[in-house]
Every structure is written in structure tokens, then in C-alpha cells.
Nanobody, 117 residues
């Protein structure tokens, strides 16, 4: 059974940093395109950061470029999202997603990030 489990969320002051982790079981990230999304109540889920199957190409939402970095550690089957210079508008539930070229699509249950003084 495939599971994605996010961790690392919490309360942080504006300007602070957090590092989210997404650990996978039942699949190997090396075969999947991995992404981080976020969602605020009442709004659609938005793509934050994306990494292709080989791990060599990344893409970011304009709102987080230069502040967030997606990375992966294949040996540990874990994907990370380093978030720096956090702003109140980054407050959201952050979700990990893994999509295979053959169509398999998996989501974690999310981790809450709150940026507030």
C-alpha cells in the first residue's frame, strides 16, 4: 500500500524558515514526478514546487521563487521543501504529491504551516 506522509509543519514567525519532509512507502520516488501543493480554506489547491522524474528539473510558483527549494533524497525515498523568508501569506496546509508516467497519482494528508507573529 502506497503512503505519503508529510511532516515538519508548524508555527513560525514571518521571515523564519521551515523544512517540510514527505516520506514515501510502497513506491520509489525515482519513478515519480514529485510536487508540493498548498491549500488555504476556501481556495483551490495550488502548485508550489515541482520536480521531474529524474530530479533534475524543478519549477516553482512565482510567489515562492527564490525562497523555497524542492529536493529529494532517493536513498531515503523522501522529498523535502525548504521554505525560507516565510510570509503570512504562505500559511496553508502543504501536501505532497507523486505522479507516475503511467498515471498513478498519490497524495499525502498534509501538514499545516502557520506564519504569524
Amino acid at each position: 500500500q502506497v503512503q505519503l506522509v508529510e511532516s515538519g509543519g508548524g508555527l513560525v514567525q514571518p521571515g523564519g524558515s521551515l523544512k517540510l519532509s514527505c516520506a514515501a512507502s510502497g513506491l520509489s520516488f525515482i519513478n515519480y514526478r514529485v510536487s508540493w501543493y498548498r491549500q488555504v480554506p476556501g481556495k483551490e489547491r495550488e502548485l508550489v514546487a515541482d520536480m521531474n522524474w529524474g530530479g533534475g528539473v524543478t519549477d516553482y510558483a512565482d510567489s515562492v521563487k527564490g525562497r523555497f527549494t524542492i529536493s529529494r533524497e532517493n536513498a531515503k525515498n523522501t522529498v523535502f521543501l525548504q521554505m525560507n523568508s516565510l510570509k503570512p501569506e504562505d500559511t496553508a496546509v502543504y501536501y505532497c504529491n507523486a505522479r507516475a508516467v503511467w498515471g498513478a497519482d498519490y497524495w499525502g494528508k498534509g501538514t499545516l504551516v502557520t506564519v504569524s507573529s
